[in-house]
C-alpha cells in the first residue's frame, strides 16, 4: 500500500488522481488493523524521495506513527531519479544516500527502541548526508539494564563512540566535542548515479 508521499500536498505533486488522506492512508490503516487484529502477515509502504519537496522529518512522523500503532510493519524508500518523457524529467535528481539515510532512522525507530523525537534533523528538516544516524546500535539495550556514566561504558557495550560521541551526552555534556571527521568519498552524493534523466522504456530502479 504506497503512500507515495507524507501529505496531501506532496502525493498531488505526484499523481493528480491520488488522494492522500481520503484514500491512501485511510486504506493502509485499515490494512493495518486487519493484520494486527488477525496477528498475520504485515503491511508495508513506500515513499517517493525528493520529488516534491518534502522533508525527511515529515515522511518519518508518518512512518513512526503508523509503526508506533503497529499498523506498519515497515517502510521503502526510493530516490527520486527523473524519466525522460515524463512531467518531472527536468527535475534534479534526489542523491542515493538521502534514500540510505531514511532507511537507518527507520531501523532505530522499529528495531532499536528510538523516538521519533531522538532522530537528529538538520535545520531544513532533512537527516544529514554525512553523518549517520545509526551510529549507536546498542544503547538503547544497554540503558535499560545499566546508569551509563563514562565513554568507557559506552566502550564496554560495543558502542563506537569515535563515531556515535557526538550524538550522545553523558551526564549533561557531550561525549565528543566535534561532528565525527567525514569519510572520505570518491564522489559527491549521489553522483555515481546518473545525471542525465532515464531514456530507457523502463527505468533502472524499477526492479530493486
Given at each position: 500500500m504506497n503512500l507515495e508521499g507524507p501529505?496531501?500536498?506532496?502525493?498531488r505533486r505526484l499523481a493528480r488522481e491520488k488522494d492522500f488522506s481520503g484514500d491512501l492512508l485511510p486504506k493502509l490503516e485499515h490494512a493495518?488493523?486487519?493484520f494486527r487484529?488477525?496477528?498475520?502477515?504485515?503491511?508495508t509502504t513506500q515513499f517517493v524521495v525528493g520529488a516534491a519537496g518534502e522533508r525527511d522529518r515529515e515522511i518519518l512522523a508518518v512512518v513512526a506513527r503508523l509503526e508506533r500503532e503497529a499498523l506498519l510493519?515497515?517502510?521503502?524508500?526510493?530516490?527520486?531519479?527523473?524519466?525522460?518523457?515524463?512531467?518531472?524529467?527536468?527535475?534534479a535528481p534526489?542523491?542515493?544516500r538521502r534514500e540510505l539515510r531514511l532507511y537507518r532512522a527507520e531501523h532505530l525507530l522499529r528495531d532499536y527502541g528510538f523516538r521519533f523525537d531522538e532522530l537528529a534533523f538538520e535545520g531544513d528538516g532533512n537527516l544529514s548526508l554525512d553523518h549517520?544516524?545509526?551510529?549507536?546500535?546498542r544503547l538503547v539495550a544497554a540503558r535499560r539494564q545499566a546508569t551509563l556514566r563514562f565513554a568507557g561504558d559506552l566502550r564496554g557495550v560495543g558502542v563506537d563512540v569515535a563515531r556515535a560521541g557526538w550524538y550522545l551526552s553523558?551526564?549533561?555534556?557531550?561525549?565528543?566535542?566535534?561532528?565525527?571527521a567525514f569519510q572520505l568519498r570518491r564522489f559527491a552524493h549521489g553522483r555515481h548515479l546518473t545525471q542525465a534523466p532515464y531514456a530507457t522504456p523502463v527505468p533502472?530502479?524499477?526492479?530493486?
Open positions: 501529505g496531501d500536498d506532496y502525493v493495518g488493523r486487519i487484529e488477525r496477528r498475520a502477515s504485515s503491511v510493519q515497515h517502510a521503502h524508500f526510493s530516490a527520486f531519479q527523473p524519466v525522460v518523457g515524463t512531467p518531472m524529467e527536468g527535475l534526489t542523491p542515493a549517520d544516524p545509526k551510529a549507536a546500535r553523558l551526564r549533561g555534556r557531550r561525549v565528543a566535542e566535534a561532528p565525527p533502472p530502479w524499477a526492479y530493486r
